[in-house]
């Protein structure tokens, strides 16, 4: 409710809602309509013209305006199939620790550092909180889980730096198990001596890559919710709706290939929604005039 509210106080709402050419288009589809119904009661002589109010113009005018915003009032999630497919994208604000997907993605770094005590992992990323509640900040159990998922994984020793010393590729993949899910960990971003993450839109787009196959591989067939990576502390410049777009994609590119997957739930942060002006009609538009699968 209260992200409601807050859109519709952002000019980014209205004008994507009303002030912009589908708004537009919105309005004046109302208004031939109510002219039509006024045309057919006056041809029937149910409501001739001699009893129009001098006002009825400005009346008709603003029951079209409303009307059009009440059809693009803002929503948390969005939802689309994509036509004569079995595949569906939903976009949601909301917490992705509180999907009910089998299947849930946990960007990480490509040392897997899930130690929060020395400072690497911020309890307050997606990664910190998903330690805290399904493993009660427990990271030696996590870290059991992460090093027998990438035994046989190549890697490279590094050690000028605090906290773990086996780099992995980019887009490497750790499955672990809690609570009667599965998490997929996937290495998107570097960690620099000072322990600060860095990405970029091609890296993304290689660990989407290769999280997609070790799904299909590792995982069983479900459903599956990731966040829009990169964004947080991975410090990716580009807005949220053209990562969003690209892990959209990139899901499509590979389901086409392998099925493993019928639904991809994209989770949207609330703050970063009310932050970043996210609108979640522009993206689910994207997703209808764009994607190609």
Request: net charge negative; with cysteine; charged share 25%.
């Amino acid at each position: 409710m209260r992200y409601f509210f807050n859109s519709i106080r952002t000019f980014s709402y209205w004008r994507y809602a009303l002030f912009s050419v589908v708004g537009v288009e919105r309005v004046l589809v109302f208004l031939g309509s109510v002219y039509l119904l006024l045309e057919m009661l006056d041809f029937f002589g149910m409501y001739t013209r001699d009893k129009y109010s001098s006002y009825s113009l400005f009346v008709v005018l603003g029951f079209s305006v409303v009307a059009s915003v009440l059809t693009k009032l803002p929503a948390s999630r969005v939802f689309y199939k994509i036509p004569k497919k079995d595949l569906a994208f939903e976009v949601c604000i909301g917490d992705l620790l509180e999907s009910s997907a089998p299947n849930i993605v946990i960007s990480t770094n490509t040392t897997f550092d899930t130690d929060i005590g020395n400072g690497l992992i911020n309890p307050d990323s997606v990664q910190g909180k998903f330690t805290a509640k399904f493993f009660g900040g427990n990271t030696e159990e996590l870290d059991e889980q992460i090093n027998a998922s990438l035994e046989g994984e190549e890697f490279e020793e590094i050690s000028s730096r605090k906290g773990k010393t086996r780099r992995y590729p980019m887009g490497t993949v750790a499955k672990v198990s809690a609570h009667g899910k599965a998490f997929y960990l996937v290495a998107m971003s570097e960690l620099n001596a000072d322990g600060n993450a860095s990405t970029s839109i091609k890296d993304i787009d290689l660990a989407l890559e290769r999280l997609w196959e070790a799904i299909a591989v590792k995982g069983e067939l479900g459903d599956v919710a990731t966040a829009i990576i990169g964004t947080g502390r991975g410090r990716l410049s580009i807005p949220r709706k053209k990562v969003v777009e690209h892990i959209a994609q990139s899901f499509a590119d590979e389901v086409n290939k392998n099925s493993f997957s019928s639904k991809l739930s994209i989770f949207v942060f609330p703050p970063d929604a009310e932050r970043f002006n996210v609108n979640l009609f522009e993206i689910r538009d994207y997703l209808v005039q764009s994607l190609h699968a």
